[in-house]
């Protein structure tokens, strides 16, 4: 009875902050997300890199070594996600971003800090990090057919990871202030990003159930599989492995919709958004199995 309290306890406060945007976004249809978008990309995201890197104990060696792990999985996500987007006749470049970027930020984050405390949230802004890298190089590729390194060179959190990783590299201590602000930042942060995927959610129509559902269902099958037999092959043990295991599991990242929109055709966008919603969706039931799962053998 004590873990399903303990699986309570993680779950609720997420999906029901979630519940709260999807409430506001049905409510007011105009609701404007722009500070929240603003305030995340070019504020927030970045304390909260800075923050759950440099002051929940984890080691450069960690960091490197998950960075690496997620590197590992996303491979394993995109041959999943090239086959079956062949097999539906489906645009296998510009429709790969949400069946390989999960939600590891707006809604991984969260989960892991609330399963596993301060020093999951490390672990899983490790992992974190690697989703928000490849959103700005493989994802704007995939969905552009071409890169610009001007994209890469404007992205804030992608400096966040740089000075998270000096301050792990020298093991300097994290003044007071920067501590502190950077703590205010990050819990503000998780709170907004979790609304505005409401928000988003409320607004996303899925323009065809069977395809988009057969790959939303990829999404959040597949992931937790690839990221259990990785966890399996390498030994790994630990709430370490419970929040790799968890990040594997998260549905469609909703930056993939935002970078489609930017460089994408709409017939492309609007099928983006369809696998977002249905992952999404079908996350309310897989999630709460993953993270079961986690708590009872990964401590």
């Not at 409510?27 to 995340?40: G, Q």
């Not at 740089?162 to 792990?168: N, P």
Request: with cysteine; net charge positive.
């Amino acid at each position: 009875m004590e873990l399903y309290i303990k699986l309570f306890d993680v779950l609720f406060p997420v999906f029901f902050v979630i519940g709260v945007g999807y409430y506001l976004g049905v409510k007011d249809p105009k609701f404007d997300t722009k500070f929240i978008t603003n305030f995340a990309g070019n504020i927030g995201t970045p304390a909260m890199i800075f923050y759950t890197i440099t002051t929940t104990g984890v080691t450069l060696a960690v960091f490197v070594e998950y960075f690496i792990y997620a590197l590992i999985v996303i491979g394993g996500f995109s041959l999943i996600g090239l086959f079956f987007l062949f097999i539906l006749k489906k645009d296998i470049v510009s429709e790969l971003p949400p069946l390989i970027l999960p939600n590891t930020g707006n809604m991984g984050v969260p989960i892991c800090l609330f399963a596993y405390g301060a020093s999951g949230l490390g672990v899983a802004s490790a992992i974190a990090s690697v989703i928000i890298l490849l959103h700005f190089t493989v994802g704007v590729l995939l969905a552009k057919k071409s890169f610009s390194l001007n994209i890469l060179i404007k992205n804030v959190p992608i400096y966040g990871i740089i000075v998270s990783v000096i301050f792990l590299y020298f093991e300097w201590d994290v003044p007071g202030f920067l501590e502190n602000t950077t703590f205010l930042l990050t819990y503000t942060t998780i709170f907004l990003v979790l609304m505005s995927l409401g928000i988003a959610l409320s607004r996303f129509q899925v323009v065809s159930w069977t395809k988009a559902s057969i790959l939303g269902a990829v999404r959040v099958i597949a992931g937790p599989l690839i990221g259990f037999a990785l966890i399996r092959f390498l030994g790994l043990e630990g709430f370490s492995a419970g929040v790799l295991l968890i990040q594997c599991s998260m549905p469609s990242a909703v930056l993939t919709y935002l970078v489609g929109s930017m460089y994408s055709e709409r017939k492309v966008v609007d099928s983006v958004a369809s696998v977002i919603v249905t992952s999404t969706l079908m996350s309310l039931v897989t999630v709460p199995i993953v993270v079961f799962y986690c708590l009872k053998y990964f401590q």
